[in-house]
């Protein structure tokens, strides 16, 4: 059984960056995960933002995301970091993580797809102010 931890968040100036991350501790040892943040919309869902594939650093996003966002692998392997920069208000939302387990061949089906993903983070608040 796995359980992810969240970390991040509170204030940021408009303009400035954002780093938040997701931990999947537990029972992962030979394990790979398919790790995605989400984030709140004006409709109350939660968008898909991008994902990060632990075995192998590989990450997929969206086609609606644009440069500002990126999702890393840090150096604790499953872990992931959503770095935003340039942050507007458009950014201020609640942020959530969820992870799967799956393997290479299936990671970008797996990955790209919100309904597959099994275990989901409390969430986090992201504020951007002037």
């Known amino acids: 059984q796995v359980h992810l931890e969240e970390a991040g968040g509170g204030s940021v100036s408009t303009g400035g960056s954002m780093r938040l991350s997701c931990a999947v501790l537990g029972n992962t040892e030979g394990r790979a995960y398919c790790i995605g943040w989400f984030r709140q919309t004006p409709e109350e869902d939660f968008a898909w933002v991008g994902s990060l594939f632990t075995d192998g650093d590989v990450t997929y996003y969206p086609e609606s995301v644009k440069g500002r966002i990126s999702i890393s692998q840090d150096n604790a392997k499953n872990t992931a970091i959503l770095s935003i920069n340039e942050s507007g208000p458009e950014d201020s939302t609640q942020y959530r993580c969820?992870?799967?387990?799956?393997?290479?061949?299936?990671?970008?089906?797996?990955?790209?797809?919100?309904?597959?993903?099994?275990?989901w983070g409390q969430g986090t608040k992201v504020a951007v102010s002037s």
């Open positions: 969820a992870a799967v387990e799956t393997d290479r061949k299936s990671s970008e089906y797996v990955c790209r797809r919100p309904m597959l993903y099994t275990q």
